[in-house]
C-alpha cells in the first residue's frame, strides 16, 4: 500500500503564498503521475494540477494556470505545489494523489489539508 502525507496548508491573505508537499511511502509497483486537486464546500473535487513523474512534464487547471506551480524530488517521491497570488476561491482542502499507470486513475490518496484564503 502507499501513503500519502500532505503538509503546509494554513491561513493566508489574498495575494499570499503556500507551499504544500506531499510525500509518498510504502510499497508500490510505480509511479506514474502525482497531482493535487481541490474540494471547496459544496462543490464537487476538482483537478488542479499533476505532473508526469518520470518526464516532469506537467498539467495545470485553468484557473490555477500562472499562480500555482507543482514540482517534485524524484529521489524523496515527494511532490510540491508552490501557490503564488492566491485568491480567496482557492480556498479549499488540498489533496495530493498517486496514478501508479498511465491505464489507470488516481488509486492513493492524502488526507488533504485546508487551505484558507481570507479577502
Known amino acids: 500500500q502507499v501513503q500519502l502525507v500532505e503538509s503546509g496548508g494554513g491561513l493566508v491573505q489574498a495575494g499570499g503564498s503556500l507551499r504544500l508537499s506531499c510525500a509518498a511511502s510504502?510499497?508500490?509497483?510505480?509511479?506514474?503521475?502525482m497531482g493535487w486537486f481541490r474540494q471547496a464546500p459544496g462543490k464537487e473535487r476538482e483537478f488542479v494540477a499533476h505532473?508526469?513523474?518520470?518526464?516532469?512534464?506537467?498539467s495545470y487547471a485553468d484557473s490555477v494556470k500562472g499562480r500555482f506551480t507543482i514540482s517534485r524530488d524524484y529521489a524523496k517521491k515527494t511532490v510540491y505545489l508552490q501557490m503564488n497570488g492566491l485568491k480567496p476561491e482557492d480556498t479549499a482542502v488540498y489533496y495530493c494523489?498517486?496514478?501508479?499507470?498511465?491505464?489507470?486513475?488516481?488509486?492513493?490518496w492524502g488526507q488533504g489539508t485546508q487551505v484558507t484564503v481570507s479577502s
Open positions: 505532473i508526469i513523474w518520470s518526464s516532469g512534464i506537467t
Open positions: 510504502g510499497r508500490s509497483s510505480s509511479t506514474y503521475a
Open positions: 494523489a498517486l496514478r501508479a499507470s498511465v491505464f489507470g486513475t488516481y488509486e492513493y
